[in-house]
């Protein structure tokens, strides 16, 4: 029921990926709202948390809401993962008020893959979840971002930079000087020091954490760039040179990899833009199903107590 | 003497600046390094501040360093404005030690300004100059970026944002809280609330305040962004299709804009980029020409003492 486009473009991502991929498919939501489902399941919810609510608020108030539904879900186990294109602080607070915090991990963080031409996503953790970070806490963004870089990309051992302004290690503020120090002394995570925002979109990093102010920001002004010099280059080229490099422009759209991932509580969680399309909605739930297969939960869980 | 190509690009950018533009040019550095200067007027130093030394140490001990005799020659009256491709943060501690920090400022910041089509270019600061911020300072950003939007693009009320991660007043980190109470205070500032790293390359806003932590994350990101599309686009496009985009493209690249300014110190001092092209440090130098024009120094003056 959340996104700026649901319940349609959702219901209809959701056919897609039962269709093409052969994912098994529980809606959740009001039913009559629903329109055709294709015959897929519905877990009815009566209330659904609005864009605008105050997340905690609302999943605290709306104990029938299809967030809060679908978290449950996956909690009993009727769900192996959920996908949400609604209120990204609300779809957090049911999982992680629903499906439980995983032990020893301090704050869950959301772990967002960022598209790198020619190979596997840099995983950019916390994108927003916490605007204020403790230095211990990006540690095990560190930890839970290795592990989805290793259970998603199959990379063995991914390389972990930490965002900063610039490569030495003296660099940045305090937060981040005494994650440097940190870091160095972190196990399971491979550390290579800091990097720049200019770094993460290139093959030089696999997992780059950093506060959630920061990583809220650099996405954000990602993004921008990235609209800004898609409608420029479509404003300058004849349609025909246009169609040629748009598919180049949608493959680095951050959307086209299926959304974050909330890292840290006890279920897949994925959340995808509110303006998703049918399209779009479909990568996030094979995300989900993907990440729920190659069970990241349980790497998390050992990674945090290791 | 600084930057990656000096000083051929910069004396050759110099050059340019002084045959196409009429602007009187001292160049400062080793007379003997500089070659054919075209009858420009030389300086001499005899020491060069390297990319990589430490910014505040390497002031202090070459006293005989390009950068810190421009920086003098500002404050004695025998140049209107520096421009420099060196390294970014001597320039800054050469200007803030050798011209003076403008009275009532708690920290200079560096302005870059950021280029939107089809209108003028956001000023964001801080860009990197103070890693740690309080939120006093920001009003001060807002009050100096204000200054430098009016005195260089000619509007009236600019509109000052403060970057956080939500529009609502509520959101970000305690700094941006505590900034966001201030703002809607300060004098001489039309603060419209939070913006968000999209909205940076917009027509949305005019200036953009944040720690320079934030910004420079937010800059460098930007920057990553527009080079991997660029570079994308380039591959997707037969030749003369890359050409008809290629003007565009690099419109939109914020060295064109020919660099950032440190505000708040006693007298004009323009940074490029490190690996500036004689087109971009005769860029630099006509922004640092017109800076002194429109007599930059004084209207921060002013917007600091109201």
Redesign the interface.
């Known amino acids: 029921m959340g996104g700026d486009r649901a319940p349609g473009e959702v219901v209809a991502g959701a056919r897609r990926a039962a269709e093409e991929h052969g994912i098994e498919i529980v809606l959740v939501g009001r039913p009559e709202a629903l329109g055709d489902t294709g015959g897929l399941a519905v877990v009815p919810a009566s209330e659904v948390i609005e864009m605008g609510d105050e997340p905690g608020a609302a999943v605290r108030r709306k104990k029938d809401a299809s967030l809060v539904r679908a978290a449950e879900a996956v909690r009993d186990g009727k769900a192996a993962a959920m996908f949400s294109a609604g209120n990204t602080g609300a779809a957090m607070a049911s999982a992680l008020l629903r499906m439980g915090r995983i032990k020893g991990v301090a704050r869950p963080a959301v772990a967002t893959p960022l598209p ?2 020619g190979t596997t996503p840099t995983v950019l953790l916390d994108a ?1 979840a916490n ?2 970070c403790q230095a211990a806490w990006l540690v095990q963004f560190a930890q839970m971002g290795s592990a989805y870089a290793r259970a998603r990309y199959g990379l063995d051992e991914p390389r972990v930079g930490l ?3 610039g490569e030495e290690s003296g ?4 937060l ?1 000087k005494d994650a440097h120090r940190l870091l160095l002394e972190a196990g399971g995570v491979r550390f290579i020091g800091n990097v ?7 093959d030089g990093v696999d997992v780059v954490v ?5 990583g ?18 479509e ?4 349609p025909d ?1 246009w169609e ?2 748009r598919p ?2 949608e493959g ?1 759209d951050p959307e086209a990899y299926g959304g974050a991932m909330l890292l840290g509580v006890e279920g897949v969680c994925v959340i995808g833009h509110g303006a998703s399309s049918a399209t779009a909605v479909a990568n996030g739930i094979v995300v989900a199903a993907e990440l729920a297969a190659a069970d990241l939960v349980s790497a998390v869980r050992s990674a945090i107590a290791a």
């Open positions: 790198v031409p927003g605007a204020e965002l900063s302004i660099k940045g503020n305090s981040v720049e925002g200019r770094d993460l979109l290139t950093t506060d959630g102010f920061s809220n920001v650099a996405l954000k002004a990602m993004e921008g760039a990235l609209r800004l010099l898609s409608d420029a280059v404003g300058a080229l004849p040179a040629t490099v180049v422009l680095l």
